[in-house]
């Protein structure tokens, strides 16, 4: 009987936090993994590229606190997965060899006889001054950098950190893990001959929307720390090339670093807008308020599906009635040729460009991307007598169908998809609001603005406007306006053209003027 055949143990660098940092290689291997142990460090969001089965252990690397698993548990769990034949990410924050461990787990990995490999990550350092806007090296200042340890292994007998040679035989000292040995450190680079007047920055959570650079000198820095409240994790950078932050800062300055933003749009919708905001430095976050799910019944549609050919019209008013639509016409074995007798009209630009990865060019586009824009346009048209399809949410504004059943359509209603409430989250949302640190909600769609409401569960208006007093609102369009108005909130930003490439416009605009 042969043996069963080990896993293999992928060390992966996870960058500093922000997860497009991560290489093409990690993101790779992500996605196939089956077990992936990961840091505290190493950004959440890169477990979203992980497949839905696959284990996920938290390891909790956290410096200063009591870690989730020992050092010596990692090491076990990685060679105890492996060898039960899985294929394991061990996600680290940073890159794996550079003060991440990565050694020691490979060498237990060698020593069990466990296949690995370790890919490289964008490491701590580089990362926290690029985006200071420091360069670590600078043909004008220093030609030479060094990287250390500011927490050695308190199990040591000594330090392996040579101060006297150090302190100024390296023009520009990174020093990662150092906020709680700050004082130490400043002492024995002054102590060994380094200037106090040097230039000193500290760099918290580098690369991320809270990212925070504080900037002094040798003899000031440990004060301005403290005042400051600069807590790990944060990195130090000592040298002339931190003058330079006051010319090349760039992306502490982008017009929405910093700005706490809720996103309410669908989870498989969200990642268009969040980009778009996120482009522009936002800490965009993530409260789904509609799930869409298909529907329970096909029946409505499916006999509609029969007799295409008898409609003069198909409407479609919203994304998903554009994939739902087809999902259920590719069940039913058709497919777009099925489509070649009825005019199609869509809600707006970006329903029409879905239509075209269908196979399908949207005939009729209004001017104003409404219900009531379309319901006009198709007027213009002419709707006497005309058979007319709308593939759309089971419970939706009936605006268009009432207004073409006016003008003498015979207009037919199909569900193909239904918005519900998503479980869960509706706690730490209503926490978010209490603590004041939301500056802005952003409603793309009615349903949007009736689920958020719904979620916050404020007990009376009053208490409503007062969790929402100092956030301001951002809505796609006046439908979707006049909802919020509706339930006593006021309107901050719309864009007159209802897109989310302008709503992100508007939003940049609102905070570069301000």
């Known amino acids: 009987m042969s043996k069963k055949r080990n896993g293999k143990v992928y060390l992966v660098g996870a960058g500093p936090g922000d997860p497009g940092l991560i290489t093409v290689r990690g993101k790779f291997l992500l996605q196939r993994a089956e077990v992936v142990v990961y840091d505290y460090l190493a950004s959440p969001k890169l477990l979203k590229y992980v497949p839905k089965e696959a284990e996920l252990i938290y390891a909790g690397k956290k410096g200063g606190v009591k870690h989730t698993h020992t050092q010596e548990e990692i090491n076990q769990m990685l060679v105890d997965w492996a060898e039960s034949g899985k294929m394991v990410v061990r996600l680290k924050g940073g890159d794996p060899f550079i003060f991440g461990r990565g050694g020691e787990e490979v060498e237990v990995l060698a020593k069990s006889g466990i296949d690995f490999e370790v890919v490289p990550g964008v490491t701590s350092a580089t990362a926290a001054a690029t985006y200071a806007g420091i360069p670590i090296t600078h043909r004008e200042y220093t030609a030479s950098v060094a990287f250390l340890t500011g927490h050695e292994d308190p199990t040591k007998p000594g330090s392996n950190v040579d101060w006297e040679k150090l302190a100024t035989g390296a023009g520009t000292l990174v020093v990662y893990m150092g906020i709680k040995n700050l004082p130490v450190i400043v002492t024995n ?6 200037d106090p007047k040097t230039p000193v920055a500290v760099v918290r959570w580098a690369s991320t929307p809270e990212q925070r650079t504080v900037v002094g000198t040798l003899e000031t ?12 994790p944060a990195l130090i950078i000592v040298g002339e ?29 969200a990642s268009e807008l969040m980009a778009g905001l996120e482009e522009h430095g936002a800490n965009c976050l993530e409260y789904s308020t509609i799930k869409i799910e298909p529907m329970d019944s096909y029946e409505v549609l499916d006999e509609e599906l029969e007799r295409l050919d008898e409609y003069h019209w198909i409407l479609f008013t919203s994304l998903n009635g554009v994939k739902y639509f087809f999902e259920r016409l590719y069940a039913k074995g058709m497919d777009a040729r099925s489509m070649k007798g009825p005019a199609i009209a869509a809600v707006g630009k970006a329903t029409a460009d879905l239509l075209l990865d269908y196979g399908v060019r949207a005939d009729l586009l209004p001017a104003v991307f409404t219900g009531e824009g379309l319901a006009e346009a198709l007027l213009d048209q002419g709707v006497e007598g005309r058979n007319v399809l709308i593939p759309r949410a089971e419970k939706a504004r009936e605006i268009l169908p009432e207004t073409l059943r006016g003008a003498g359509a015979q207009v037919t209603v199909a569900p193909v998809y239904k918005n519900v409430s998503p479980e869960g989250k509706r706690e730490q949302l209503r926490q978010e609001l209490e603590s004041g640190k939301v500056d802005m909600v952003t409603f793309t769609s009615s349903s949007t603005v009736s689920n958020f409401l719904s979620m916050v569960d404020a007990d009376s208006s009053s208490e409503l406007r007062r969790l929402m007093h100092e956030v301001t609102i951002a809505a796609i369009g006046p439908i979707t306006a006049k909802t919020v108005t509706d339930n006593g909130l006021h309107v901050d930003i719309q864009p007159e053209s209802h897109t989310i490439p302008e709503l992100v416009h508007e939003i940049v605009a609102f905070y570069s003027n301000k």
């Open 189 to 194: 680079l002054m102590k060994h001959g380094r």
């Open 221 to 232: 820095i440990t004060d301005i720390v403290r005042e400051s409240g600069i807590k790990p």
């Open 241 to 269: 090339v931190v003058k330079l932050r006051e010319t090349i800062d760039w992306f502490e300055k982008r017009p929405l670093f910093g700005k706490r933003i809720v996103v309410t749009r669908t989870r498989e919708q």
